[in-house]
């Protein structure tokens, strides 16, 4: 399954147009799609605003008509304003169907419950503000006064299909068929109460998702497709020796977060490298791993001999950081994770990344990201997390409410996480699985995306009787977690 934004999804139709498909043609496939959807009823009211959602119910509306329904359009506005696909269907419509223009006549109480379904085809997600007018007043007397279902076309009017909170109008649904892909705000599980249950439908045609920049929604099954079972002759060299350049004397607690999430994610053997302060308290947190003094320059010798390399986490912003973090840039021969402060500090020499000929996974939050990259409020997020990977040619992370991840050409939202999980420390222990995950082989997009999956569905299960989640407790439980996702455990 696919999600974007409103540009994405702007951008995914203009891309089907540039390939050879007309908006006529489209518009026909999206009521194909719906088709099912509203079949079961027979007394329908089609709501029809002036773009091309209005155009989806105005083509649906035919196709009903053509198979016995009583059908009724109710439209709004003038004719001049339709856009192109919206005019073709509305002149199709105006000899065959029963049309209530709204500005003459507006419909009572009465006239709506004639119908057992009302199909919202107003606006879809090119609704940029509250409905205002007559759209208002009939979202208002629909949302007080009508006993049947309500199905949105696309989006329901008047919700932001972005963030998935609505403006201050907006039609309640009992079900939304989205069109092509999820919107992002149906992410946020409180636009539930709005949409409805959420079907997706695809529209029947060779869909170019990923290529024209679409968002795949990596799940569950996803990653108990992508979890490698442990070998019966396996050894703890082969599942990877993993370096955590990690804490500062102002910061112990962070590297022993990472390094409990490359731990209990399956990584062989752990070595972290740190702060005497650190080492000193390794044994007694986390006696598994080993700890190796910090002194400087890192060598290119010393970086030798891993298969995964995590920097950043609790290292702290001193002068000394700053040498460390570029020695390790220039050094390293292992894939590499850069967290937390190593970004702030990467954040101030950019070109640091150009050099590099080892995989890079960077994991910001937003506002490490804002630090890397010219991001203008309101931008949209996933086509700025798209860019920057393909300019840096490195792998991205973007830490939020559903995860980004992308590399440039493939983009995926994160299925798993919740807002139980806002605490701190809890980038450090996915900043470890994702290492752990580089250092037992996987692809690097693979370990991000599995890293991050397992990290989120891991806080799902603790978030069940939770109000937060701890990033130590998480961590405890990743092995639990994993067992439920590589055994195929239904819960
Ligand atoms: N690939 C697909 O899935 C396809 C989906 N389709 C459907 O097309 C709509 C999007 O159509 P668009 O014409 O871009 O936008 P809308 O119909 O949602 O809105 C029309 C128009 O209205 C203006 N507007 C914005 N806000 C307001 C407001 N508050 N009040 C009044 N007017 C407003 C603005 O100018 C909009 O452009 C999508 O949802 C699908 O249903 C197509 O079938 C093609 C293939
Ligand atoms: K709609």
Redesign the pocket.
Known sequence: MYVGSQNQ??A??AY?IEHGYT?EQ??D??SDALLKHISSYQHIGILV????????GLSLGLKLDETGKDVCIYYIGDYSRF?Q?NRYYFNQCLDQLRMINLDETFIDEKELNRHDVIVD?F??????????GL?KSVIDLINLSYRGDVIA???PTGLNCNTGTPYSTVLFAQKTIA???LKEGFLNPESQVFTGDVVVEE?AIDNPFMEAGLYALFDKQDAQSMIKQRRYDGYKNMYGIDLLICGSHQYRGAPILSAKGALYSGAGIIKVMSDEKVIDLLPLSLPECIGISRYKPITKEELQGYDAILIGCGLSLEKESYLLTSDVLVNANSPLVIDADALTILSTNMSLLKDISVPVILTPHIGEFKRMWPYEEGADLMEEATAFAKAYDVILVLKGPHTIITDGTEHYRIASGNKAMAVGGMGDTLAGMITSFLGQGYAPLSAALLGTYIHGFTGDILARKRYTVMPELLAEQIPCAMYILSQKIEE
């Open positions: 999804l702007k995914y139709d089907l908006i489209l518009i496939y999206a605003g002036p773009g091309n959602n209005g155009a989806d856009s696909g085809a606006f879809g997600f090119g609704l940029n503000s509250a409905p205002r759209y076309v696309d989006c069109l092509s892909a529209l």
